[in-house]
């Protein structure tokens, strides 16, 4: 079973695709269930994973709560797809390190001359990496004597676990509707992921500016869209196609020790995966325009 938070989303969707490339390699099958960032859908999708006796659960994110996790201990095998910077102790991991992403954002647009810059995010609440890449570029703006010409816009926690599959759009579209922003000596936007970076650039297009003459945008995850031509947005690879491969492998080597012993110790035997994230250099991103 994949346990992902919401597959409208494509990060998760392309994930998917390659676990499910994996598996089928290995003659497993996968069931997806949607967890949405809830507790309790989060419990509901484990005890349905108890009760279909899966051989292996794969969670695509951080546990909302880790007491749900270890009713799997010693019967199925788990596997966390995660930031490294916030795991959950005694699982099998495959991690990406947000706060490298975070560097290499704000090196590739401090390069470009961007002093001033805003980081336009869903609610950074309710998710660790963005927590992480808030504090991890506020980190890199004050080492670099930023720190008063960074900007935060956020979107409101959600009322509902099941969203529209456009949310992160439609967030990153509504938040750059402040007129205020505007009047900001902002150059540069950093977006939580690259469909909040979707809504930040056409907002921007809608009130005549051109990208990246008048501002850059930069994105999170390189979704497949991102290299349109039209789009060629900046971004940073998370490695969703390997990550999602060494995800089962991972899974199936535990399944086959678990068949081997009947038996496991979430203690022993563990291992971790980490892999570093790559900037993607397209057109959204060019000097800022004092320095043109």
Same mark, same amino acid.
Do not use: W
């Given at each position: 079973m994949v346990i992902t938070v919401n597959i409208s989303n494509p990060y998760y969707t392309m994930l998917i695709q390659s676990i499910e490339k994996e598996a089928n390699a290995h003659d497993f099958s996968i069931l997806i269930r949607n967890a949405y960032r809830s507790p309790e859908m989060e419990a509901a999708c484990i005890e349905n994973a108890l009760e279909l006796g899966v051989d292996g659960v794969i969670l695509l994110s951080m546990p909302q709560n880790p007491e749900n996790l270890n009713k799997l201990s010693g019967k199925i095998p788990v596997v966390l797809v995660c930031n490294s910077d916030n795991i959950t102790p005694g699982y099998d991991s495959i991690e990406m390190q947000?706060?490298?992403?975070?560097? %290499? @954002?704000?090196?590739?647009?401090?390069?470009?001359?961007?002093?001033?810059?805003?980081?336009?995010?869903?609610?950074? %609440?309710?998710?660790?990496?963005?927590?992480?890449? %808030?504090?991890?570029?506020?980190?890199?703006?004050?080492?670099?004597?930023?720190?008063?010409?960074?900007?935060?816009?956020?979107?409101?926690?959600?009322?509902?676990?099941?969203?529209?599959?456009?949310?992160?759009?439609?967030?990153?579209?509504? %938040?750059?509707?402040?007129?205020? @922003?505007y009047d900001l000596p902002i150059t540069a936007f950093i977006c939580t992921n690259d469909s909040v970076a979707y809504g930040v650039m056409d907002a921007l297009y809608d009130r005549g500016y051109k990208i990246p003459h008048d501002y850059s945008v930069i994105g999170l995850d390189n979704y497949l869209y991102s290299n349109i031509r039209t789009v060629s947005l900046t971004t940073v690879d998370h490695r969703m196609t390997v990550k999602g491969k060494s995800a089962v492998e991972l899974l199936v080597n535990k399944i086959e020790l678990l068949t081997e012993s009947n038996t496991i110790d979430p203690l022993s035997d563990l291992h971790t995966i980490e892999y570093k994230p790559h900037l993607i250099v397209r057109k959204s991103t060019g000097p800022a325009p004092q320095a043109q």
């Open positions: 947000m706060r490298d992403s975070a560097m %290499l @954002i704000c090196d590739h647009l401090f390069s470009l001359s961007h002093k001033s810059i805003a980081l336009i995010t869903t609610a950074p %609440l309710e998710n660790s990496g963005r927590r992480i890449l %808030l504090s991890s570029v506020t980190e890199q703006m004050e080492k670099h004597g930023y720190s008063q010409n960074l900007y935060i816009f956020s979107g409101e926690p959600s009322n509902t676990y099941i969203e529209t599959y456009s949310s992160d759009y439609d967030t990153g579209y509504a %938040l750059m509707q402040n007129e205020g @922003i």
